[in-house]
Nanobody, 123 residues
Framework: VQLPAFGGGLVQPGGSLRLSCAAY????????IGWFRQAPGKEREGVSC????????YYADSVKGRFTISRDNAKNTVYLQMNSLKPEDTAVYYC?????????????????WGQGTLVTVSS
């Protein structure tokens, strides 16, 4: 099982980035996929998740209204569109797969964790 994340980079405050998480070795069709982030010196934080069965989504308050999670079944990929980025969004972002069907950002619900991509928001 591999879950590499792509799309990170340097962006100015107010800018946008789209991250993608591609699954290799299994289908995402039956699971909840979450995006998490960890900034230097800070604890891991849940950002957003989507349940594959009905596309129910959930967002952390810190990103609500700015970030949008979506999935492309044909590409077996989940995306995180990030708009109106702030310096406090700077972190390593990575995705995870949960098999329990719940749409929450509790790390214990997630069984597989991917490699991250660095997002830096700075002028």
């Amino acid at each position: 099982v591999q879950l590499p994340a792509f799309g990170g980079g340097l962006v100015q405050p107010g800018g946008s980035l789209r991250l993608s998480c591609a699954a290799y070795g299994f289908s995402l069709d039956y699971y909840t996929i979450g995006w998490f982030r960890q900034a230097p010196g800070k604890e891991r934080e849940g950002v957003s998740c989507i349940r594959s069965s009905d596309h129910t989504t959930y967002y952390a308050d810190s990103v609500k209204g700015r970030f949008t999670i979506s999935r492309d079944n044909a590409k077996n990929t989940v995306y995180l569109q990030m708009n109106s980025l702030k310096p406090e969004d700077t972190a390593v972002y990575y995705c995870a797969v949960g098999t329990r069907g719940l749409v929450r950002l509790w790390p214990e619900l997630y069984d597989y964790w991917g490699q991250g991509t660095l997002v830096t928001v700075s002028s």
